[in-house]
Each structure stands twice: as C-alpha cells, then as structure tokens.
C-alpha cells in the first residue's frame, strides 16, 4: 500500500516544496558576525598600535631648551596693608543768650576746602564762627581793660592776620579796633557791650568785646572741610557745623625687619587694590614695632604712604599690596628649571651642536621663574640650555 | 620616627593620668588634692636652627610654641598645702612614679631605647654626609658675607644679638641663606633618610615599641575614664 506521501496530489506537492522554513537562526548568525568584526576590528587596531609604538620610536626624546638672556631679575617686595582713615575734627557752634536755637545762616566754606586760622567758617544764627589759633587759650570772655595771656594770644594772632596790634596782654583799644576790623573783614561786627566809662554821659557809648564762643580752633591749624551743614540747617544739640579733616587718609603696610629695608623714605612704590593702582613714594618708616602676644600683626616697621586726594578706588579700610620698585642690574639670566644641582654645586647643560657641555653656575638671585647667573665666560646671551 | 614616641597630645594624656594615680595615694593618706590640668605646650623643633621664614619674623629665633588641648580644664592655683601633705605628696610621687607607663620621649637623658639609638646614629650619618657637609659650607659663607657669626663653629646659632629687631634680621636672614643654600628642609631630609634606613633594620623592635606605646596610651586613657575623664576629651 502507497505511503500517504506518495499519495499526495500535484498541488500538495507543491505547498509542500514552498512552505517556508523558519529563520531563526539567522539573528545569532549576524550577532556572532557583527561581534567577530568589532573584535577583529579591534584586535587590528592593537596591532597597528603595537607596531606603531617601536621600541625605539618610545625611547626617543626630543630636547627642549631655553635661550640664555641678559635681563633684569627682580626679587619684587610685597607687603599687604590698608587704608587708614584719616583724622577729623567737629567744628561746633554754642548757643549764646538771645539765641533759641542754632541754625546756620551762611557758610563761609565747602567741602575740600582748605581752613586755616583767621578765616571764617560759617555764619550761625547770625554770628560768625571765625577760626583762631590753636596757641590761643580760649576760656572766656574778654571786655575793655582785662588782661591775660589770652589777650596777649589774641593780639599775636591779630597780628598774624594783617590788624597789627601790640602784644601788650591788656585788651585796650587798639586791640578792640584791631578785633573788629577782623570781623569786618569776615563780614559782621564785632559784639560789643556798653561801655562802663561813660560816666553818667546821656550818650550811650559801646565798647568792642571778645566773645570766647565765636571762634574755633583746628588741632595743628591746619585742615580740610570734609563736611559742612548747609545754610537753614537747624544744627543737632551738639552743634555740629563742619567737620575738618586733619589726618589725610594714609596708606599703612607693615614689613618685617627685612622687608623694610626695601621700602626707604623716598622710595618709589606701586599700591594696587582691585583693580586700582597708584604710583607714589613712601612717606615715613615707623620705629621697630615687636608684635604683641596675641596680635596677628608680624613685629617689623609700618610703612606709611601718603594718599592723595581723589586717588578712585581707596577707600577708608580698603586692603591692598604694596610692592617695592627695585631697580637691579641686568645679568644673564636662564629659566630657573634649568638650574640643576649635584653635591650642592649649582650648574647647566649648555647646547654645543648635536651634544651638551655641563658648566658650573653660580645663582645670584632668582624671582618669576628666572635665575640670575653670576658672569661665567662659558656662557654668553643667546646660548642655549637644556631644560629637563 | 615620631611615630614611635608619644605624640605631644599622647604625652599630655599620659602625664595627666598618672597625675591622677598621684593623687589617688595622696587621697589613700588622706589628703585632698586634683591634677592642674589645663593646656600643654610643645616647642618647635630647632635641630638645624630656624627653617620658617613666617616664624623668623615672627619669633625670631625664639621657638614658635604650640598649645596642646588639655584633657582637664585648667584648675585655679591651689593654696599653699600643710607641710603633712607636702610630705604625703612628696612620698606618693616616690612611689607612684611613672605608675609603669614608658617614658617614650625623644630627647631624654641617658635613653637606651632601640629609637634614640637609630636618631642618634642617624645625627651622625647626617653630620658626615657630604650633601649635608656641602650644604652646611654653603650657608656658613652666605651667614658670614650677611656679617652673622657663629655661636660655635658646629652649631647652627649666632651670636647674641643687641635687640628683638636685631635677632630677627638675624633670623631673616638664616633663613634666607638655607633657602640659597638648597632649602632649610634639606639637613631634616637627609636625616630622615638616614632615620628610614636604620629604621628598617630595626623593624621588629620598632613594632614592639608602637604596641607598647599604643597599649600605655590606652591605658592612660581608662585611668583618666575610671576617673571621670569623658571619651570626647580623650
């Protein structure tokens, strides 16, 4: 009997020979070929490295110098410090009788002016605050007749001011005459009260007085209006009219004992804060300063600059560098890397062709990278020198 | 090496404890009495005189000195004590002594120890090596052309200087010499070196003396615990 196969029709056949046979196999097939090529890849690349990196193309080196050059090696000073405000002094009015409050009337000055003795400083409540000598002892009030060293002082500074008077010590008429025309000068007149010689004459006769409150005085006669209240201010209960700048603000940088002694009276010094800079000369050296237990401060010397006025960027408290211009000779000169050492003996591979000549240096001085050569007749600018 | 002595702190833990096995006997005879405790204080080391440009300036040649933090708070001064209990004091400090803890100090008189014979033969490894030597001559003519002079013609100290001003220029400029000498970290280098080579030959004593020195502090650590002391001092 047929097998049922061979029984099959034509048409079974045929399904038969066109049915299609599952591929799976194929994915595992096209992974393991992209995985063998990455890897053969890979492994093509490792010897193109290989074969690359030859022994003798690894062991090769190629030398590196540095010219020799004559300049100028700068150990450049640096110290930090700030800036210290400066002192001041209030000017102040005080209220005399009559007078119920102080308003300023007029001031005489502005801010940045200068203010010395003789002038005028502001009109307050309608009497003027006129400046006086610091000499003067001021503590009273001085009438007709009265003597003192205060009226000897006052007939001085009178005189001082251009209203010759002689310095007698007793506030007589001239001296009388002298004050008022002082405070004509300033533009008011000068207090005064009845004269006590009239001897029952109907004419009621006014002798000049020397009213103590109507001046002031700056500490060393000298200063610089930093504020000044402006006219119709009704002055404080301290009776503040100006305040008088007699410290400038200064530059303050402590060195120690070493680095002071690039930093003389005179010398020329750089002060940079931020991006500000100043070009000035140091004004004084303190006296040696030993540090106190618990201060951070090194023992050494201030260094004092002076600041002068409008320099923008310091400000009262500002920290800041100040750097020594110190000139130094030109010397020969090599990058400091190329200094090498053997046995504490200091020395250089100087390039001579293909080869090197080892010559023994002396260092002078080094700062930025560069080292000063003491002069060797072995090396010359423009030589070139092995670097390591 | 310093591994191998009580630190500064170790130190003060020890000392502080037996302190306290002090002042337990003074109690046992009757008498009152309480470690001072307070902060300790460590000098700088000096071997090879100043090496600090910042502590030149500041000091001098004078020893920059370190507080070491206290295990006790400081203790107001005590009134003076009854001549009893200075005797009682007296004979507990015989007694008790060191209370067996190792006197593991560097620089103590007559030390035998397996480390003070490795520094002291390393001192004069270093005293004859020719970097060491080449270095030396190197800062003793740069000192001599600043105008210093020697305190001796071995030592590395100056003669007396007139101010405070003066010993530190004095001090600047030791130290500025080292520094164009080859570096005033140099001589302790060379030292350490030679410290390093003898270390290793005595390695199996040196592991013998850090247990000894890790058990005798730990040991201090629970006298001062037993009496009162809290772990966050110790």
């Not at chain 1, 251009?162 to 010590?169: I, L, T």
């Not at chain 2, 702190?9 to 306290?20: C, Y």
């Not at chain 2, 002090?22 to 009495?33: L, P, R, S």
């Not at chain 2, 001003?165 to 350490?192: F, H, N, W």
């Amino acid at each position: 009997m047929p097998s049922s196969e061979t029984m099959q029709n034509p048409e079974t056949q045929l399904n038969s020979a066109m049915r299609r046979i599952p591929r799976w196999w194929l994915l595992p097939c096209v992974l393991v070929l992209v995985v063998g090529g990455l890897g053969a890849a890979y492994w093509a690349g490792i010897s193109a490295a290989e074969s690359a990196e030859s022994p003798q193309a690894s062991q090769q080196t190629v030398p590196v110098s540095a010219t020799v050059e004559r300049r100028a090696v700068i150990k450049q000073v640096v110290l930090s410090g700030k800036v210290v405000p400066g002192t001041q002094s209030a000017i102040k009015a005080a209220a005399s009788s009559g007078i119920a409050r102080l308003v300023v009337t007029s001031a005489a000055k502005s801010p940045g002016d200068e203010l010395l003795p003789g002038q005028l400083v502001a009109v307050v409540s309608g009497r003027p605050l006129l400046v006086m000598p610091s000499a003067v002892p001021l503590y009273r009030d001085i009438s007709p007749g009265q003597s003192g060293p205060d009226v000897k002082g006052l007939q001085e500074a009178l005189t001082n001011f251009g209203f010759p008077v002689p310095a007698s010590g007793v506030f007589d008429h001239g001296t009388q005459l002298a004050l008022s025309n002082w405070y004509l000068a300033a533009g008011s007149k000068a207090p005064t009260e009845v004269a006590a010689d009239n001897h029952g004459d109907d004419t009621n006769t006014s002798a000049v007085i020397f009213r103590w409150q109507e001046f002031v005085q700056i500490p060393g006669d000298v200063g610089k209006i930093a504020t000044i209240a402006q006219p119709g201010t009704v002055l404080g209960e301290d009776g503040i009219v100006a305040n008088v700048t007699i410290a400038p603000d200064t530059i303050v940088a402590r060195a120690d004992v070493l680095q002071a002694e690039s930093f003389p009276v005179g010398a020329a010094v750089t002060v940079r804060a931020g991006s500000a800079t100043l070009d000035t000369k140091v004004a004084g050296v303190s006296a040696f300063i030993a540090g106190g237990k618990d201060s951070s401060d090194i023992p050494g010397k201030d260094i004092t600059l002076p600041l002068t006025a409008g320099s923008a960027g310091f400000s009262a408290g500002q920290t800041l560098t100040v750097t020594a211009i110190t000139a130094a000779p030109e010397t020969l000169a090599v990058p400091l890397i190329a200094i090498r050492q053997e046995r504490g003996s200091a020395f250089v591979e100087v390039e001579a062709g293909p080869d090197v000549r080892r010559v023994d240096v002396s260092v002078t001085g080094q700062a930025d990278g560069w080292a000063a050569l003491a002069d060797v007749p072995s090396i010359a600018e423009g030589d070139h020198v092995r670097l390591p | 090496m310093s591994s191998y002595w009580y630190s500064d702190r170790e130190n003060l833990i020890v000392n502080t404890a037996v302190a306290f096995l002090i002042y337990d006997c003074v109690e046992d005879a009757g008498f009152g009495g309480a470690p001072r405790g307070g902060a300790g204080k460590a000098l700088q080391d000096r071997s090879y005189g100043q090496w600090s440009r910042a502590l030149a300036a500041r000091n001098g040649f004078s020893p920059e000195i370190r507080k070491i933090p206290g295990v006790l708070d400081a203790q107001p001064e005590r009134s003076p004590v009854t001549a009893r209990q200075q005797e009682a004091e007296t004979k507990c400090y015989n007694s008790v002594g060191r209370a067996g803890f190792p006197e593991l100090l560097e620089g103590l008189a007559v030390d035998q120890s397996v480390q003070n014979r490795i520094v002291q033969t390393s001192l004069a490894l270093t005293d004859r090596d020719p970097d060491y030597l080449s270095y030396r001559r190197a800062w003793e003519d740069c000192v001599a052309a600043k105008g210093l002079k020697l305190a001796g013609s071995d030592s590395w100290s100056f003669q007396g200087a007139a101010s405070k001003e003066e010993e530190v220029r004095m001090a600047l400029l030791d130290v500025e010499c080292k520094d164009s000498s080859g570096g005033a970290q140099l001589p302790y280098d060379i030292l350490a070196q030679y410290e390093a080579a003898q270390m290793k030959d005595h390695q199996a004593e040196l592991n013998e003396v850090a247990s000894q020195k890790a058990a005798s502090v730990e040991r201090a650590k629970q006298v001062l615990r037993d009496h009162g002391v809290a772990d966050a001092k110790l």
